[in-house]
């Protein structure tokens, strides 16, 4: 059994149970609001569940404003152990890390060549101060660019397996049921069979539509199966089809709008301002993609429950009041049985090793 590469990536996410992936092969297919919805079910399963949602987009964040966080108080804050992540609600179960919080101005462009795409994304998985997590949902461009290069590269130590934690990095592909959409995803397909990324299954997003009176899902492109086709044509688990949801769209909207409270606290301390070991990054020279944090590389953090007679997490409450929710939940169900499965593989190929 070869020892496994120790790299502060790996020191880092240490301390993270399971990571997943979305990809997509084309823009528009929903992919960042399908990790959103992911990160929400995820939750869901269990009230101890932690998960972080971290925004590889570089050029184009869209998870701030999609959780409710595209607000001045929402900053990254550096700490004596780390980047701390923005946090959507009060218990901080769910943290968030995006390019969009380090933004002086969440308008500007970011026209950054590849190799100062890589730092960044280095710095985002060496140096964010995640804590335990249960989860940690990966939101990434379109397509296979330098992102998805940098990412896979500098994960690559987590990809050994070992006994006390007999698992790897995996991934999901979300498309729709256009041929178009449903070309692009082979080539994301055929991108992770090269760089040997398991994918876990296919999620056919925009597949119908649920009427907002009485909650029944219309198909509109004529029940067409080619994406369940193409899953089992591949050997591919087909998670489920996810329609479109006019309450969700509303729910969304009015979340980056800030109609829905969110907590936009970091894990020491409140909205707007780190403890006295914390500085905003923002107001840092962090933007060079190839800085340097502090810490051990393991940061766990607080666990001390907050007390309000409100909703912990006013998102999450009403996200599970949507059709969408239910139908997340059953690819979430099928996600986590499919990774499980997984681990329990690899851990009986270790002990027979």
Known sequence: MSTPIETPVSRRLASVKNIIIVLSGKGGVGK?????????????????????????????????????LDIPDATVHQSSAGWVPVYVDAEKRLGVMSIGFLLKDRGDSVVWRGPKKDGMIRQFLSEVRWG??????????PG??????????????????????????????ITTPQVTSINDTIKSLSFTRKLSLPVMGLVENMSGYVCPCCDE??????????????ATKENLGYLGKV????????????????EIPAAAQNEDGNSN???DDTADVSNNNTLNGNGSGHGDGNGNGSDENAT??????PLLDKYNATASSKVWKGIT???????????????????NQ
């Open 217 to 230: 899902i219309s198909d509109i492109y004529g029940g067409q199966n080619k994406v369940s086709e193409l």
């Open 32 to 68: 960042s609001s399908s990790s959103v919805q992911l990160a929400l079910s995820l939750l869901s399963q269990s009230p101890s569940t932690r998960v972080g949602l971290l925004d590889l987009d570089i050029t184009g964040p869209s998870l701030p404003r999609m959780v409710g």
């Open 273 to 275: 301002r780190g403890s």
């Open 333 to 351: 169900d099928k996600l986590i049985e499919r990774i499980e499965e997984r681990k329990s593989q690899i851990r009986h190929r270790l002990e």
């Open 308 to 313: 309000t007679t409100q909703s912990q997490f």
């Open 144 to 173: 296979t660019s330098d992102e998805h290069i940098s990412l896979l590269t500098h994960l690559h130590p987590l990809f050994a397996p070992t006994l006390l934690k007999p698992t790897t990095p995996t991934s999901i592909l």
């Open 132 to 141: 335990e997590l249960d989860y940690l949902v990966v939101d990434t461009p």
């Open 243 to 258: 329609p479109i949801d006019t309450n969700l769209v509303k729910l969304l909207d009015s979340v980056s709008k800030g």
